[in-house]
Structures are given as C-alpha cells and as structure tokens.
C-alpha cells in the first residue's frame, strides 16, 4: 500500500475552515487498526471505551493508564500513518500537574500517540493549557463525559435547557483558549452541537450530536456490528454486521470439527509413501 502522511493539529483547523469533514473512529489492537487506516481514516481514537468494548467492564471507570499505552502502542503499529490520538483514562489528569504532566507524557512517549483526549470543561482548562504549553496537543470533550457516569448518573442527552447550553458553550470556548486544538462533542442536541461548532474556531467532533459537527467519531465495534451487546445505540449506524459474521463461522468451525469435515487432506502435510510406510502400520 502506498504509504501517506499523517495529518497534522493545524490540518484538522485547516479542514473545519475548509468544510472538510474530519473522520475519525476508534481502534484498540493492531488488525483494527490496520483496516482503519487503509479505509483512509483521518483520525484513529485510541478510546477508554475499550474498557467496554474489549475488556469488558461496564464503564471506563475502571480502565488504567497501562491499559491506555497498552493498546496505544498496538494501534500505532498498525496505523503508522495516521495521527492517532489516546484517551487518558479516569483521574489520570485531575492531581497535581506534575502528575497530569508525566502521565499525558507517558502516553506520548510509551503509547506513541500524537495527542492525548480529555474530558471535562473549564475545571481541566489548566490540565488543558499544561499540556499544550509543553508541545502535547490535546484533544477536549465535552458534553456527556462516561467518566463522571456516576456522578452524572447515566448516559444522558447533554444541552437540552438554555442554562445547559451556555454552560456548555462556555466550557468549549474555555477549552478552546486553553489551547486544545480540538473538542468532542458528546450526545448533545444538534442545535447545540451546532452553535458550538459555529462558535469555535477549532473543530469539532460529534458522537451523537448530529450531523453539524466539523467531523464525526464512532467507537469501532458499533459501527462495524461486532457488539454482542443487544441494544444498539440510536446515534450509531451500523456498516457492517461482523457479529453475524463472527458468530456464523464460529459455529460452521465446531460443527466441522465434531463432525470431522474439518481438516480434510488439503489442510494436512504427508510423508513421503515409503517413509510412511512403517509408521504406525503405514499410510493409514
Ligand atoms: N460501545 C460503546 N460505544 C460508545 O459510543 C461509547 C462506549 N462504548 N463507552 C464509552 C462511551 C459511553 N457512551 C454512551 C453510552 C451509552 C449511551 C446511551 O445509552 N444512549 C442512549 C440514550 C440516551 C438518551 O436518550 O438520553 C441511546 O439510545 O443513544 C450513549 C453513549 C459513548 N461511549
Ligand atoms: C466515544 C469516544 C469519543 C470516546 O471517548 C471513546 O471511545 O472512549
Ligand atoms: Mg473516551
């Protein structure tokens, strides 16, 4: 394949001025990202939502620093040319910001990504503007925010009154000033995702938030239908339906194995006939 360039922070401003939508999506393992970056992806998303999509926990509260760089390090092997941005997990950027420091270092250095995700509005503004002032770009999220899920008490629609939204658009704008080239914008309504987006001069990147975001994200195993979740999401679209896929070869592959229709000769390596020959009563 014909290697291309990543894109770059002020390509991403360059498209929002441009009326380029910016595609980004996520990945978590060498394959996945492999398929996405030969799609022609502008932004694969190394997102805490692997707690729920490949490891199995119920949020991403419980996802560490280490599972980050973990499958960080995984996606950038797969995806070499394309700017990949890691999200850092539950209380790794709200202590001191020494800490905050070494971690979003560590997931530059040890996770190989381009720039770190955060979420949260004007109180990570300072988190924010660390980090950009030490060369680390950073990627702001807004709106329905899956690490304070216990706190905010389930996963809601974000912006819905007028004190919502200002608030919301505050924090954007904060956000922005602290110098994160980009904002997430999480299950808001479209008016409001629109508003914003208008608003800022950095791009935005809608997951549930309607269609008038400068770019638009979804977790990987949504939209390829390899959940085995039950409901789908309503923001979500399906591409493809790999579960159906997975599931319909798996047991085509025990029943051929039960059955002994699996390996046949084709899939096995023989002896030469006379050297065979001798070996447990010969070629049997
Ligand atoms: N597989 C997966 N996809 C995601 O988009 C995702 C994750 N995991 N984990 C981290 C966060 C959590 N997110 C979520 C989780 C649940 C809803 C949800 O239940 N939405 C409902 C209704 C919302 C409402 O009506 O207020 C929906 O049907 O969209 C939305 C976003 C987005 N992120
Ligand atoms: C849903 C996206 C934006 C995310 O943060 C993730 O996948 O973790
Ligand atoms: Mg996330």
Same mark, same amino acid.
């Given at each position: 394949?014909?290697?291309?360039?990543?894109?770059?922070?002020?390509?991403?401003?360059?498209?929002?001025? @441009?009326?380029?939508?910016?595609?980004?999506?996520?990945?978590?393992?060498?394959?996945?990202?492999?398929?996405?970056?030969?799609?022609?992806?502008?932004? +694969?998303?190394?997102?805490?939502?692997?707690?729920?999509?490949?490891?199995?926990? $119920?949020?991403?509260?419980?996802?560490?620093?280490?599972?980050?760089?973990?499958?960080?390090?995984?996606?950038?092997?797969?995806?070499?040319?394309?700017?990949?941005?890691?999200?850092?997990?539950?209380?790794?950027?709200?202590?001191?910001?020494?800490?905050?420091?070494?971690?979003?270092?560590? +997931?530059?250095?040890?996770?190989?990504?381009?720039?770190?995700?955060?979420? =949260?509005?004007?109180?990570?503004?300072?988190?924010?503007?660390?980090?950009?002032?030490?060369?680390?770009?950073?990627?702001?999220? #807004?709106?329905?925010?899956?690490?304070? #899920?216990?706190?905010?008490?389930?996963?809601? +629609?974000?912006?819905?009154?007028?004190?919502?939204?200002?608030?919301?658009?505050?924090?954007?704008?904060?956000?922005?000033?602290?110098?994160?080239?980009?904002?997430? &914008?999480? &299950?808001?309504?479209?008016?409001?995702?629109?508003?914003?987006?208008?608003? &800022?001069?950095?791009?935005?990147?809608?997951? =549930?938030?309607?269609?008038?975001?400068?770019?638009?994200?979804?977790?990987?195993? $949504?939209?390829?239908?390899? @959940?085995? $979740?039950?409901?789908?999401?309503?923001?979500?679209?399906?591409?493809?339906?790999? =579960?159906?896929? +997975?599931?319909?070869?798996?047991?085509?592959?025990?029943?051929?194995?039960?059955?002994?229709?699996?390996?046949?000769?084709?899939?096995?390596?023989?002896?030469? $006939?006379?050297?065979?020959? =001798?070996?447990?009563?010969? @070629?049997?």
């Amino acid at each position: 394949m014909e290697k291309r360039k990543a894109a770059t922070i002020a390509k991403f401003k360059k498209m929002k001025d @441009n009326g380029t939508p910016i595609s980004m999506i996520t990945a978590y393992d060498y394959p996945s990202a492999q398929l996405v970056e030969e799609a022609g992806v502008d932004v +694969i998303l190394v997102g805490d939502s692997l707690g729920n999509v490949v490891l199995g926990y $119920d949020s991403t509260v419980p996802v560490t620093l280490d599972d980050m760089i973990y499958h960080s390090r995984a996606v950038v092997r797969g995806a070499p040319s394309t700017f990949v941005v890691t999200d850092m997990p539950f209380m790794t950027y709200h202590g001191s910001m020494d800490l905050t420091l070494r971690n979003a270092a560590r +997931i530059m250095q040890e996770g190989l990504a381009k720039a770190v995700k955060m979420e =949260g509005g004007r109180e990570i503004a300072d988190a924010v503007r660390a980090c950009a002032k030490a060369g680390i770009p950073v990627m702001a999220h #807004i709106g329905l925010t899956p690490q304070s #899920i216990h706190q905010i008490g389930g996963y809601k +629609i974000q912006g819905k009154t007028r004190a919502q939204a200002d608030r919301l658009l505050d924090d954007a704008k904060a956000l922005q000033e602290a110098g994160a080239f980009a904002v997430v &914008l999480e &299950l808001m309504t479209e008016q409001l995702a629109a508003y914003i987006t208008e608003q &800022l001069s950095i791009a935005t990147i809608g997951i =549930g938030s309607g269609p008038r975001c400068d770019g638009q994200v979804l977790v990987y195993h $949504d939209a390829l239908g390899y @959940n085995t $979740d039950a409901s789908p999401k309503r923001f979500v679209k399906m591409y493809a339906d790999v =579960g159906s896929t +997975i599931r319909e070869g798996l047991k085509q592959y025990v029943h051929e194995v039960k059955s002994r229709s699996f390996p046949t000769a084709d899939h096995a390596f023989h002896m030469e $006939d006379e050297v065979a020959t =001798g070996l447990y009563g010969g @070629n049997k």
